[in-house]
C-alpha cells in the first residue's frame, strides 16, 4: 500500500527554517511585521517542504483575527489621484460612481475604507504607502485617472492591489474595466434601428488610450461592412472645434453623431436642434445630457468588481504585482434617451408640428 502523505505543520516550517511559529505565520501571510528577507526564506522553506495550507483552517483563523472584542473592521485603502478631497471628487460623476461603488461593496464584505486623496498638498503614493503600512492595511484599490494613461509611483509589493480602468499603465495590476467594444457595437446598431444610416464619430477621448483604441476599433469594424461612400471619417482631437466640426459635417452629412455632451453643446451652439436636425448618442451618460441616448459605462458596478479583486487576492494571499495581471469586463449597455427617437418618430413629430400650424392659421 502506498503511504499516506501528512500535511506539513507551521511547527515544522519553523525548525527547519530556524524561527518561531508566529514568524512562520506572519510571513504566509506576507505581512510586513516580518522584514523581506526573512519572509523570503521562509516561504521558500515552505515551499521545499510541499507546504498547502488548509482553507478551511484559514477562513477560520481569519474570521477569529477579525472578530475579537472591541476591535474595527478590517481596512480597505482607496487611492484617488488628482483629486483633492470629496468636494472635488463630487464635481466629477465618473470617479463618484465609481468610488461610491467600491464603498458599497467594501461595506458589504465587512471592510472599512480609508480614503487618500493623492491631490491633496503633501500626499503622495510614497507617503500614503507609509500610512497603509503602518495602519497594518493590506488591500489596496486605486481610481483611474481622469483623462488619458500615466503611472503612479506606488511599491505594491506585499500588497493587494487592484485598480478601475486602463488608465494605470504602470504598476502592472488587476483591473475591473467598462466593455468598450460592446457598448460601440450597441451604439452603432441603435443607430441603424433608428433609421440612421450615415453614423459620424467625433472621438474626444484622448488617442493612445485603451479606451480610444477599443471605440475606434469597433466603429470601424462597423465601417468596413459599408461601402466606401457612406463611410465617415472620424474626427478627432485636435480638430473638434466648432468650425472644423462645421466643414465636417457639411462635407460628410452624417445624420447621428455619437460623442462626449461637449459636442451636444457644440452642436446645439450651431443652431442645430437635437433631435429633430441630427439624432445624437452620449458616448459617456454619467456625463450631461445624462438623459440622452447612450452608452451606460456603469461605473458603480466597475468599482464594486474592483473590490472584489483585492478581496480574492487578500482571501488567496497574492500580494504584490501579480505575474499574469487579469482584466475582468462589467457588462456594459446602449441605453435608449430622447436625443435618438425609435424610427419615424421625428417625422411623426415634424407632421403634427405642421398640422399644428395649419390649424392656427386657419
Known amino acids: 500500500m502506498p503511504q499516506e502523505s501528512y500535511p506539513i505543520t507551521m511547527r515544522e516550517i519553523a525548525r527547519e527554517a530556524g524561527v518561531s511559529v508566529s514568524a512562520v505565520s506572519l510571513a504566509l501571510r506576507n505581512s510586513p511585521k516580518v522584514s523581506q528577507e526573512r519572509r523570503e526564506t521562509i516561504l521558500a522553506t515552505a515551499r521545499r517542504l510541499g507546504y498547502r495550507p488548509d482553507p478551511r483552517l484559514s477562513e477560520l483563523m481569519e474570521h477569529l483575527r477579525t472578530t475579537r472584542p472591541r476591535r474595527g473592521p478590517s481596512r480597505i485603502a482607496l487611492l484617488v489621484p488628482e483629486v483633492g478631497g470629496d468636494s472635488e471628487l463630487a464635481g466629477y460623476a465618473m470617479l463618484s460612481e465609481l468610488v461610491a461603488g467600491v464603498r458599497e461593496m467594501a461595506d458589504y464584505a465587512g471592510f472599512g475604507v480609508d480614503t487618500f486623496f493623492l ?4 500626499m503622495t503614493p510614497r507617503r500614503a504607502r507609509g ?5 497594518g492595511i493590506r488591500g489596496v484599490v486605486i481610481t483611474p485617472f481622469r483623462r488619458g494613461v500615466a503611472e503612479v ?3 505594491v509589493s506585499g500588497l493587494c492591489v487592484a485598480t478601475a480602468g486602463y488608465s494605470i499603465v504602470s504598476p502592472r495590476l488587476h483591473r475591473a474595466c467598462p466593455n468598450y467594444l460592446q457598448m460601440m457595437d450597441e451604439l452603432v446598431a441603435a443607430c441603424r434601428d433608428a433609421g440612421r444610416e450615415r453614423v459620424g464619430l467625433v472621438m474626444t477621448y484622448h488617442e493612445g488610450g485603451i479606451g480610444h483604441k477599443l471605440f475606434t476599433s469597433s466603429f470601424l469594424f462597423f465601417q468596413a461592412h459599408l461601402r466606401p461612400e457612406e463611410r465617415i471619417p472620424i474626427l478627432g482631437e485636435p480638430d473638434i472645434t466648432p468650425q472644423k ?4 459635417m457639411e462635407r460628410h452629412r452624417p445624420d447621428v453623431i455619437i460623442s462626449s455632451g461637449a459636442v451636444y453643446e457644440m452642436l446645439r451652439g450651431l443652431g442645430l436642434r437635437i433631435p429633430e436636425d441630427i439624432g445624437f448618442l452620449n458616448i459617456d451618460i454619467s456625463e450631461e445630457p445624462r438623459s440622452a441616448a447612450g452608452a451606460d459605462h456603469r461605473f ?3 468599482g464594486r468588481e474592483t473590490l472584489k479583486l483585492v478581496v480574492e487576492m487578500l482571501n488567496l494571499n497574492l500580494a504584490g504585482p501579480p505575474e499574469d495581471p487579469k482584466v475582468v469586463l ?6 435608449s434617451g430622447f436625443t435618438l427617437p425609435p424610427r419615424g418618430a421625428v417625422s411623426e413629430r415634424r407632421g403634427m408640428a405642421a398640422k399644428r400650424r395649419t390649424k392656427v392659421n386657419h
Open 153 to 155: 509611483d506606488l511599491d
Open 119 to 122: 491631490g491633496e498638498p503633501g
Open 330 to 335: 462589467v457588462d456594459s449597455h446602449r441605453r
Open 131 to 135: 500610512i497603509v503600512m503602518a495602519r
Open 300 to 302: 458603480r458596478l466597475v
Open 245 to 248: 466640426v462645421r466643414e465636417w
